[in-house]
């Protein structure tokens, strides 16, 4: 499966855990049975203590203000639980700094040696080049001539949300903005 994630970290997990499933959150944030299906796919009554389970999420979170985690979060965990698959599994992957807190705060009661691995970093594989990272000079911020934000890939409520208060606070003239939503 094609996993968001530089090839090059992906190696080193490969080499160090047996991969049972890789997943992209993407695939499955907006209908939770696939994510279940290939839970079911592997499991079995004895896992290895070697054996890995890699989601990657390098999208925006979905947050209610009503709860105190994201949905993803929630979600994944309440996934792993249905199917009382062992949280030690999930190698978690994203570029949500801070997210780790959020799985710490569900599994408040939940035994520490059946605890996730939450790696919180930048290693989708655009951002680093296939051939290595180059120390580049910071930006001059001084220079920035107006604010800039990508919104590019697909059509998700909180871009289109976002779009549309700029829209409607007459803000498109002072931040330069790219929304181009591909079908998916």
């Not at 979905?62 to 979060?73: F, M, R």
């Amino acid at each position: 499966m094609n996993i968001e994630l530089h090839k090059t970290a992906l190696a080193h997990i490969e080499s160090k855990f047996n991969i049972l499933l890789k997943l992209n959150v993407r695939k499955f944030d907006y209908d939770w049975t696939v994510l279940l299906e290939n839970l079911k796919q592997i499991k079995t009554t004895n896992f290895s203590s070697n054996d890995r389970i890699l989601i990657c999420h390098m999208d925006t979170g979905y947050y209610d203000s009503l709860l105190p985690v994201g949905i993803v979060t929630i979600n994944l965990i309440r996934c792993f639980q249905l199917l009382d698959i062992p949280m030690y599994l999930l190698i978690f992957i994203t570029n949500h700094y801070g997210i780790s807190q959020e799985f710490n705060l569900l599994l408040a009661d939940h035994p520490l040696q059946d605890r996730p691995t939450i790696i919180e970093t930048l290693l989708s594989r655009g951002v680093l080049s296939e051939n290595g990272y180059k120390q580049k000079t910071l930006l001059n911020a001084e220079s920035i001539e107006k604010p800039g934000l990508c919104m590019v890939g697909a059509q998700r409520s909180h871009r289109v949300a976002l779009l549309n208060f700029f829209k409607n606070n007459n803000l498109l003239n002072s931040i330069a903005i790219s929304a181009n939503f591909a079908k998916k």
